[in-house]
């Protein structure tokens, strides 16, 4: 029986999804406007289930708050990250996260929402929001009064693999026909710019959040450009993607077999492929779309087959 947590997704409809979910991943989603997979979560909004083994029906909430050794024994009242796989079918909201110091004034949470993504695929011609033109933060609200919308956001076009930091307080949106793998803080909270005027099924707006949003916008922005680095081993090519304050998040493309030996806990997602891994005599099958994390009471570990995985784990 592995010890291995396999996780069931959480699923959550939006004003923005779509049905690629279902179409590239094969999720049971519960309807055409799904936007997003919380793949692995204990946040209070959405944990995931345990499916199999020694935890089997447990949520990784219920586990973070009783059965720490499994963390590293790691502190924090909260389940620190986030996994999701968003699907983009509209433009969402341009939007702001606050710091942990705001959201802890202000919202009475422990995080804020620094985030990371990877392009898992998109639409020809499609564009991110990333940043702003505004120099200061007196610009920014009067750009914001006068609703001067297309001269203050900054598009960025994007490519399948291409990867971006998303420290809080960065002005940004996912812009439609993107789908993405987000890694985050464990946090909800959202500050609304810009929703585009659009209306739901009812005919009702979304609330914005200017104040706020203004509040904690970083001004003036600065691009954050991590730096990366690659690594091989045996049949596992390893990419660095980021390793900041809160995450660090690695890209692992295996063609073949690789043994490991694991000293923390890992938070894994398969975007490609398909393979097995094997953890105390015991093997599963793993392919595109299912998520896992390896417990830091795992020892060791091995991988074999096609696989493309993201692998991401607080930075210790």
């Not at 959040?209 to 922005?221: F, I, Y």
Request: aromatic share 10%; charged share 25%; proline share 4%.
């Amino acid at each position: 029986m592995t010890n291995i947590l396999f996780l069931s997704p959480e699923f959550k409809e939006k004003i923005w999804g779509g049905s690629r979910l279902l179409t590239q991943f094969d999720y049971p989603i519960p309807s055409d406007r799904t936007g997003e997979c919380w793949g692995i979560s204990g946040h209070k909004n959405g944990t995931n289930r345990v499916t199999g083994g020694p935890h089997d029906g447990k949520t990784v909430r219920e586990l973070w708050e009783n059965n720490r050794q499994l963390f590293n024994n790691e502190p924090g009242d909260e389940f620190p990250l986030l996994v999701k796989i968003i699907d983009a079918q509209d433009d969402l909201s341009v939007q702001v996260h606050p710091d942990d110091t705001y959201a802890k004034e202000h919202e009475n949470y422990a995080f804020g929402k620094t985030e990371c993504w990877y392009i898992l695929d998109h639409d020809p011609d499609a564009k991110l929001i990333l940043g702003h033109s505004a120099k200061s933060r007196e610009e920014l609200t009067q750009m914001v009064d006068d609703g001067e919308w297309d001269r203050l956001f900054r598009d960025v076009p994007v490519q399948k693999g291409d990867f971006y930091y998303v420290p809080s307080g960065t002005v940004h949106a996912i812009g439609k026909g993107i789908m993405i793998l987000e890694i985050q803080q464990s946090s909800d909270i959202t500050y609304r710019f810009y929703d585009y005027d659009r209306t739901d099924d009812a005919g009702n707006t979304r609330d914005l959040h200017l104040k706020d949003s203004v509040a904690c916008s970083m001004v003036p922005h600065k691009d954050a450009k991590p730096e990366q680095s690659e690594t091989r081993e045996g049949g596992l090519h390893i990419t660095r993607l980021i390793s900041e304050q809160y995450f660090t998040v690695d890209h692992w493309k295996l063609n073949g077999h690789t043994s490991r030996i694991n000293d923390h806990y890992l938070l894994m997602s398969v975007i490609e492929g398909e393979g097995t891994i094997t953890e105390d005599g015991e093997t599963r099958t793993i392919r595109k779309g299912v998520h896992f994390i390896i417990p830091a009471t795992v020892r060791s570990y091995e991988l074999n087959g096609s696989l493309t995985l993201m692998a991401s784990q607080t930075t210790r």
